[in-house]
């Protein structure tokens, strides 16, 4: 005689969507990991503010070049040139040769001062346009680092700042690596791993202001 297939109990393993416990041990130790990884985000941006030199304060100046008031050259170049100038120039960025594919990007400019016509190499205008790059992304960098740190610490938007985290640490990883400092390297892969770590346990977290 067939059973009736309303009495007959189906076990699944629904461990995948189990709702965490609030103080559950996987949820304490994502917690855990969140802390880390917000506050090495947030304590490495606060650190770009810092004063070169003893007796350290920090200020927003310190990062940022000093510019003449009038004629807006720069008088101090800021702590954020050690970032961009050193990976530029030792990445190979800085040479217009490598750069020179052809003569399809070359460029007829104006020299003010002659008022001849003169040709801009393609190169040199690929490598005057990384130059830029590199500077913006250097002084945006600890302003990045402070946001994503603070967004993961919070528990706001926490997928959006594990991802801004996530290509923070990458995008020195991959810096570094023209270089190369394997040591640094190291450290920061390890960074890169406990982001990709929180990213994938996302779901323990208990403690946040928002749910994604």
């Known amino acids: 005689m067939a059973k009736d297939p309303s009495s007959v109990t189906i076990v699944t ?10 103080f559950s041990g996987k949820t304490v130790a994502y ?18 503010f810092k004063s070169p030199e003893a007796p350290y ?16 050259e720069v008088v101090k170049n800021g702590r954020w040139l050690s ?8 990445g190979g960025f800085n040479n217009a040769d490598l750069f020179q594919f052809g003569t399809f ?20 205008r690929i490598t005057n346009f990384l130059s830029y790059i590199f500077s913006y992304y250097a002084q945006a960098l600890p302003y990045l680092m402070l946001v994503s740190g603070g967004m993961i610490l919070l528990g706001l938007f ?26 640094y390297i190291s450290l920061l892969s390890n960074y890169v791993l406990m982001v990709a770590l929180a990213a994938a346990t996302l779901k323990y977290n208990r403690f946040a202001i928002t749910r994604f």
């Open 13 to 22: 393993d629904a461990s995948d969507e189990r709702i965490p416990l609030p």
């Open 31 to 48: 917690l855990l990991l969140r802390v880390l990884v917000g506050m090495l985000l947030l304590l490495a941006g606060v650190d770009k």
């Open 57 to 72: 304060n920090y200020s927003f100046s310190y990062w940022h070049d000093e510019k003449d008031p009038q004629s807006g």
């Open 83 to 90: 970032v961009g100038k050193t990976v530029y120039e030792h």
């Open 105 to 124: 990007m070359d460029k007829q400019v104006l020299n003010e001062q002659t008022g001849t016509a003169e040709t801009l190499k393609g190169g040199v």
């Open 158 to 183: 926490n997928r959006l700042g594990l991802f801004l985290g996530g290509f923070i640490w990458i995008s020195l990883v991959i810096g570094q690596a023209t270089l190369p400092d394997n040591q």
